[in-house]
């Protein structure tokens, strides 16, 4: 499950990194101090963006991996 979260994350930040790579020109006039395409920004974000994702998947799966399956299934 944590594979398939992160290839998911991983999909979604190479997209977010092609549009923002993309629309600069349109960020242009929103940014103050710092380049529209300063590949540090990109980079730093895309890798908060993995670190999030990668914290989001493992938390329930390292939570359901702690359950013992027969009182699990017994609950249900």
Not at 21 to 33: D, H, V
């Amino acid at each position: 499950m944590i594979g398939y979260g992160m290839r998911l994350s991983a999909v979604g930040i190479a997209a977010g990194l092609i549009a923002g790579l993309l629309l600069t020109r349109a960020m242009n006039s929103m940014l103050i101090g710092i380049q529209p395409n300063d590949p540090l920004t990109f980079l730093s974000m895309a890798a908060l963006f993995f670190l999030v994702a990668a914290a989001a998947s493992w938390v329930p799966a390292r939570r359901a991996a702690l359950l013992d399956p027969s009182s699990a299934l017994r609950e249900e």
